[in-house]
């Protein structure tokens, strides 16, 4: 049985074509299932997000399994077979095994690293097993990757920093405040960053979110959007004396928050630390702002380079991700052979089992006249003679390094002791 | 005795700064065993001195250093078991291990005069080393704080922002350490002038007792101390003196508590020569 993996993504499709393949607005467990159903396949798990499709199925015959997912996809979703195969990539085995790790482990992302590519091939997995459309292949792998995913977390810094302005801006809001339950947020100025940013903190449990626009009906779409209270421009100043964090995001030409404008406003709260993000260009707040002891005043520039040096830091962990999926296939697959090599192992030892009795058997006669102790002794030394002869050979076989040894020697091993001819229903079901 | 916990304080030192260095979470959980093992190993040592002299052994400056530091190391591993931080230790241990240093080389004997069998003796004391420890905590919470503010007012975000806690953690834990210090110093300081009142009852011709005023070095430091610690608590609350001013003064605070402890104890005080 061979794991056979077939899709497109990011690094393959341009955008249109990927959202034409895509299975998320679908049911995807109904999708698995067809696939499963198919003749030359009889395990599938089907990974899709915004940045791949990918079907992983078990398969005979992965050359047909290949003719009829094409033919699948097209079906499905309406799209003819000439216009995404150019854009596909089909992986076999080992490279299959690895590429569903390095996926998993982040290494296959957008942006590498990101943290939720994890629970959604953990998602793909489970919605699979619903359907009962996994078996061995697919369900040891699937598992295992999410051990390479977790291992790949821990050990690098992969997925260390945030990439992107909001979630640098709430990292910074972490590291002042520590937690943001109750923090007091002043937006000013309704805009795309400042909504994102306004979610993230909303999600991390800030208190009271008062949002302030020149246009109103804006201000009341983002307090709507994000759970916010929108007050009347002229209240901005007013809401500033009694803010933690402040965004701001105006396209007003001149500062619209002066220092003199913060002291009036703050009163008697100066003492207490002040996040100002100022994400509008021209800048919104006075950078004389920034000079104030317990006010940290972050404008989009700043942002920008912390999410590229995060950025950098991401990509020198790869090598090191990287060589823990390497490592991580490798013993993926050694423990796979491991795993083929049990029925030959099981039937060896049922023939010298029952070797053993029958020789036992013979010499009934003569061991007629020992003690229950000694035929018991008897019993236990020939026993543990064949634990010894099987011992090495056991452990040599789950070992071999690669299919085509292991499928030589198996053939091997069977011919020298005969073990087709042992391969009655009984033993069989037992393997 | 002291040699076992300085081995044991070391390895955790050694072990917390590799935690700090990579952020391996097993090495942390490792140098927080190695501390906790050290602090028991560190409480025997303590408890068979107590044993000896029938009291908890601080008359003799080396003893009384090998008492703090067993404080200040439970209070640490209170301060990160309840926070569940441990960038912290990086900074705790180097003071730890260089501390317990002195009476791991230089043991010396317990001096017992019929003076120090007192009640009193045994809870000023104890209240100061308490108090030591507690400024201990803060001085190490202020130089965090200060590194963490640089950081983030300059906007460079390099080594430490993300190694250690956020800004109000460590300023919250610096004034809680400064509150807590601040009360055990005033009432060992009020407890040793009712103690030298009452043994000069005892024995009027102790040169020790006779030289009991501010002039003597060891008292005037304290004074200072809990001068610097006095205005800290107060500038807190009413001037708002938070954030780097408040952890620039915790770490002043220790440099005089740790100057009267070490160099005028062992050098200049005429006053509390007990050995």
Same mark, same amino acid.
């Given at each position: 049985?061979?794991?056979?993996?077939?899709?497109?993504?990011?690094?393959?499709?341009?955008?249109?074509?990927?959202?034409?393949?895509?299975?998320?607005?679908?049911?995807?467990?109904?999708?698995?299932?067809?696939?499963?159903?198919?003749?030359?396949?009889?395990?599938?798990?089907?990974?899709?997000?915004?940045?791949?499709?990918?079907?992983?199925?078990?398969?005979?015959?992965?050359?047909?399994?290949?003719?009829?997912?094409?033919?699948?996809?097209?079906?499905?979703?309406?799209?003819?077979?000439?216009?995404?195969?150019?854009?596909?990539?089909?992986?076999?085995?080992?490279?299959?095994?690895?590429?569903?790790?390095?996926?998993?482990?982040?290494?296959?992302?957008?942006?590498?690293?990101?943290?939720?590519?994890?629970?959604?091939?953990?998602?793909?997995?489970?919605?699979?097993?619903?359907?009962?459309?996994?078996?061995?292949?697919?369900?040891?792998?699937?598992?295992?990757?999410?051990?390479?995913?977790?291992?790949?977390?821990?050990?690098?810094?992969?997925?260390?920093?945030?990439?992107?302005?909001?979630?640098?801006?709430?990292?910074?809001?972490?590291?002042?405040?520590?937690?943001?339950?109750?923090?007091?947020?002043?937006?000013?100025?309704?805009?795309?960053?400042?909504?994102?940013?306004?979610?993230?903190?909303?999600?991390?449990?800030?208190?009271?979110?008062?949002?302030?626009?020149?246009?109103?009906?804006?201000?009341?779409?983002?307090?709507?959007?994000?759970?916010?209270?929108?007050?009347?421009?002229?209240?901005?100043?007013?809401?500033?004396?009694?803010?933690?964090?402040?965004?701001?995001?105006?396209?007003?030409?001149?500062?619209?928050?002066?220092?003199?404008?913060?002291?009036?406003?703050?009163?008697?709260?100066?003492?207490?630390?002040?996040?100002?993000?100022?994400?509008?260009?021209?800048?919104?707040?006075?950078?004389?702002?920034?000079?104030?002891?317990?006010?940290?005043?972050?404008?989009?520039?700043?942002?920008?380079?912390?999410?590229?040096?995060?950025?950098?830091?991401?990509?020198?962990?790869?090598?090191?991700?990287?060589?823990?999926?390497?490592?991580?296939?490798?013993?993926?697959?050694?423990?796979?052979?491991?795993?083929?090599?049990?029925?030959?192992?099981?039937?060896?030892?049922?023939?010298?089992?029952?070797?053993?009795?029958?020789?036992?058997?013979?010499?009934?006669?003569?061991?007629?006249?020992?003690?229950?102790?000694?035929?018991?002794?008897?019993?236990?030394?020939?026993?543990?003679?064949?634990?010894?002869?099987?011992?090495?050979?056991?452990?040599?076989?789950?070992?071999?390094?690669?299919?085509?040894?292991?499928?030589?020697?198996?053939?091997?091993?069977?011919?020298?002791?005969?073990?087709?001819?042992?391969?009655?229903?009984?033993?069989?079901?037992?393997? | 005795?002291?040699?076992?916990?300085?081995?044991?304080?070391?390895?955790?030192?050694?072990?917390?700064?590799?935690?700090?260095?990579?952020?391996?979470?097993?090495?942390?959980?490792?140098?927080?065993?190695?501390?906790?093992?050290?602090?028991?190993?560190?409480?025997?040592?303590?408890?068979?001195?107590?044993?000896?002299?029938?009291?908890?052994?601080?008359?003799?400056?080396?003893?009384?250093?090998?008492?703090?530091?067993?404080?200040?190391?439970?209070?640490?591993?209170?301060?990160?078991?309840?926070?569940?931080?441990? !960038?912290?230790?990086?900074? *705790?241990? #180097?003071?730890?291990?260089? =501390? @317990?240093?002195?009476?791991?080389?230089? %043991?010396?004997?317990?001096?017992?005069?019929?003076?120090?069998?007192?009640?009193?003796?045994?809870?000023?004391?104890?209240?100061?080393?308490?108090?030591?420890?507690?400024?201990?905590?803060?001085?190490?919470?202020?130089?965090?704080?200060?590194?963490?503010?640089?950081?983030?007012?300059?906007?460079?975000?390099?080594?430490?922002?993300?190694?250690?806690?956020?800004?109000?953690?460590?300023?919250?834990?610096?004034?809680?350490?400064?509150?807590?210090?601040?009360?055990?110093?005033?009432?060992?300081?009020?407890?040793?002038?009712?103690?030298? !009142?009452?043994?000069?009852? *005892?024995? #009027?011709?102790?040169?020790? =007792? @006779?030289?009991?005023?501010?002039?003597? %070095?060891?008292?005037?430091?304290?004074?200072?101390?809990?001068?610097?610690?006095?205005?800290?608590?107060?500038?807190?609350?009413?001037?708002?003196?938070?954030?780097?001013?408040?952890?620039?003064?915790?770490?002043?605070?220790?440099?005089?508590?740790?100057?009267?402890?070490?160099?005028?104890?062992?050098?200049?005080?005429?006053?509390?020569?007990?050995?």
């Amino acid at each position: 049985m061979h794991l056979f993996l077939l899709g497109v993504s990011h690094r393959t499709a341009p955008v249109d074509l990927r959202e034409r393949l895509d299975f998320s607005s679908g049911d995807l467990s109904a999708a698995a299932e067809a696939i499963a159903g198919r003749p030359s396949m009889s395990e599938s798990v089907v990974l899709s997000t915004c940045n791949r499709s990918e079907i992983y199925v078990a398969s005979s015959d992965p050359a047909q399994a290949r003719e009829e997912l094409v033919t699948f996809l097209s079906d499905y979703h309406h799209v003819p077979a000439q216009a995404f195969q150019p854009h596909l990539f089909a992986l076999e085995n080992s490279a299959a095994v690895a590429h569903l790790f390095r996926v998993a482990a982040g290494l296959d992302s957008l942006v590498v690293g990101e943290p939720q590519i994890l629970g959604q091939v953990k998602d793909a997995y489970q919605t699979a097993a619903g359907k009962r459309c996994v078996g061995p292949v697919l369900s040891n792998a699937f598992r295992w990757s999410f051990g390479v995913g977790k291992r790949v977390r821990t050990e690098t810094a992969l997925g260390e920093g945030a990439v992107s302005v909001s979630f640098a801006a709430v990292a910074l809001a972490r590291k002042i405040f520590g937690r943001l339950t109750g923090r007091r947020v002043l937006v000013v100025g309704a805009g795309e960053i400042s909504s994102l940013t306004a979610q993230h903190l909303r999600a991390q449990g800030v208190g009271d979110i008062v949002i302030t626009s020149r246009t109103q009906t804006h201000a009341e779409a983002l307090a709507t959007e994000v759970g916010g209270l929108a007050v009347p421009w002229e209240g901005m100043i007013n809401a500033l004396g009694s803010a933690d964090i402040v965004l701001t995001a105006t396209g007003s030409q001149r500062p619209i928050i002066t220092r003199a404008q913060l002291r009036a406003a703050q009163g008697h709260r100066r003492s207490t630390p002040l996040f100002i993000i100022d994400v509008a260009v021209p800048r919104d707040v006075d950078p004389a702002i920034g000079e104030i002891e317990q006010v940290f005043l972050y404008n989009i520039d700043d942002l920008k380079s912390i999410v590229e040096e995060n950025l950098s830091r991401r990509a020198a962990e790869v090598e090191r991700a990287e060589s823990i999926v390497n490592d991580e296939v490798t013993k993926f697959m050694a423990w796979q052979r491991s795993r083929s090599a049990v029925p030959t192992v099981v039937a060896l030892r049922q023939r010298f089992e029952a070797i053993r009795r029958s020789e036992l058997q013979r010499l009934e006669g003569k061991l007629g006249g020992l003690s229950p102790e000694a035929r018991a002794r008897v019993d236990e030394v020939t026993r543990l003679i064949v634990e010894k002869l099987l011992l090495e050979p056991t452990e040599q076989l789950k070992a071999l390094p690669d299919e085509e040894t292991q499928a030589a020697y198996t053939e091997a091993v069977n011919r020298l002791f005969r073990l087709q001819d042992e391969h009655n229903p009984e033993s069989s079901k037992q393997t | 005795m002291n040699t076992l916990p300085l081995l044991l304080y070391a390895a955790a030192g050694v072990a917390y700064a590799i935690h700090f260095a990579r952020r391996d979470a097993a090495v942390g959980r490792t140098a927080t065993t190695l501390l906790l093992f050290g602090a028991l190993v560190h409480t025997f040592v303590i408890g068979m001195q107590t044993m000896e002299v029938r009291h908890v052994p601080f008359a003799n400056p080396s003893r009384a250093v090998s008492t703090f530091v067993w404080l200040f190391t439970l209070s640490y591993l209170y301060l990160e078991l309840t926070t569940d931080e441990r !960038a912290m230790g990086v900074f *705790i241990l #180097p003071l730890i291990v260089g =501390l @317990q240093t002195i009476p791991a080389l230089y %043991p010396g004997m317990e001096y017992q005069d019929a003076v120090l069998d007192s009640p009193w003796f045994w809870v000023h004391v104890s209240s100061l080393l308490f108090a030591y420890a507690s400024f201990g905590l803060s001085g190490i919470l202020g130089l965090t704080y200060v590194l963490q503010f640089k950081e983030i007012k300059k906007k460079h975000l390099g080594y430490f922002y993300t190694r250690l806690p956020s800004l109000q953690v460590l300023d919250v834990m610096n004034s809680r350490a400064v509150a807590v210090g601040w009360v055990f110093l005033t009432f060992g300081v009020i407890v040793g002038g009712v103690w030298t !009142a009452q043994a000069r009852g *005892i024995d #009027p011709t102790d040169p020790n =007792l @006779q030289a009991m005023s501010l002039d003597d %070095p060891k008292i005037f430091v304290a004074m200072l101390t809990w001068g610097v610690y006095s205005f800290s608590v107060v500038a807190r609350r009413t001037l708002g003196w938070s954030g780097r001013r408040a952890a620039w003064l915790s770490a002043l605070g220790f440099a005089f508590a740790m100057l009267n402890f070490l160099a005028i104890n062992y050098f200049v005080t005429t006053s509390h020569t007990f050995y």
